[in-house]
């Protein structure tokens, strides 16, 4: 399950995909795409494996690193001891409501001050600790599950069927327990949104898969995309794209109102009814696939030094659509009464202005800015979708 590389939202069904790692050729002897401004081969987004040894990119980041993997690895035992001894894996079902749940304090939350604007986001020490674990989620999803009916409800399933759907869910389960970490480490507000969303709604489609029925899918899309989202936000500032092209986007103003602090541990959905601008957040992306198919039909590995006329003339009558996209995005986002909602619409009109911005001297990098925007605008829609079915 994805979306496509270039700037659609997501629509339909296909693979999961993941940028390759920095310093790591991708397979089948491809070159790994240059950083930002190099020259070079550049391959569409491909499911990676995790390198032994990943390149920080700051020192600094490098011992945030280290603390999160050791912690990790501590989570990765305790969960161990847990299934040993009682037989269930833990995080499967979402939190009940008459459990109290202890609210972390702000000590142990990165972004609990963060309460500014959104921006293009340069750097994150929790680039490297995800990757693993969305190389290991994308690895579980594109076993076959990814080519899923998901029109057809538990009741009819194969064993064959039902073995791809429980193996996904464990997959599911486990990256959420150790974003949880990830969610507390990140500095960004908005990253730490991504992280605990993807919790959220991960737990609650492995939860459903038991008795699956298909708006429980619209759960899997969203975590899908949440995992997805978070590997471009990474692969940008890897491959310099966010750093080269953020000064030239304004930071969004403070928000009215910011989502509480919550407990990281065990996050809710952020969507629990429908919302008044889903249908025209649908309409909007809609609208933008339909104005931006030519456009989404060349080829994002060609630089802007070495368009064609047609190519250049279509990357000059795409700018203005996707300006006005991004003005919709923040329109809706901050008219839907939902803070958490308000941050994605306006992370994701960052990131598609900081696209816009870069399409006069466009490298392939750039590529990634695209992604992020795309990924966290099918992540809304599959949330409306998941209150409406």
Known sequence: MGFQNRAGPALGDAPMTLPPPPNTPPPNGASPPPPFGGSGPYPQSLHQPWPQQPSPRRSGTWKWVLAIVALLAVVGVTAAV???????????GLPSASTPQAVPSDSEIASAEDSGGVSVITDDPTCAPQRPIVSTLAAKTNAGWDKRDPEVPASDWTPEIRAQYNEVAAAMRDAADQFVQLAKLTPHRVM???????????????????NYTPGDDYSARFAVGAAEAISRICAAIDYGSAGARAPLVKVSEPPAEIAP??????????????????????????????ETAEWRNTDPKIPAGEWTPEQKRLNVEVAPVMRRFATQLRSLGNSSGNPVLADFANLSAQYRSALEKALPTYVPADDYLAGVSARLNGMVNSACQAVSA
């Open 192 to 210: 730490r949104e991504i992280y605990e969303q993807f919790i959220a709604y991960a737990r609650a489609y492995a939860a459903s898969v038991p």
């Open 82 to 92: 847990t299934v040993a001894v009682t037989g269930e894996p833990t995080g499967g």
């Open 261 to 290: 602090v919550g407990d990281a541990n065990a996050p809710v959905r952020f969507l629990s009814e429908p919302n008044a601008v889903c249908r025209d957040w649908n309409l909007a992306l809609m609208q933008f696939q339909d």
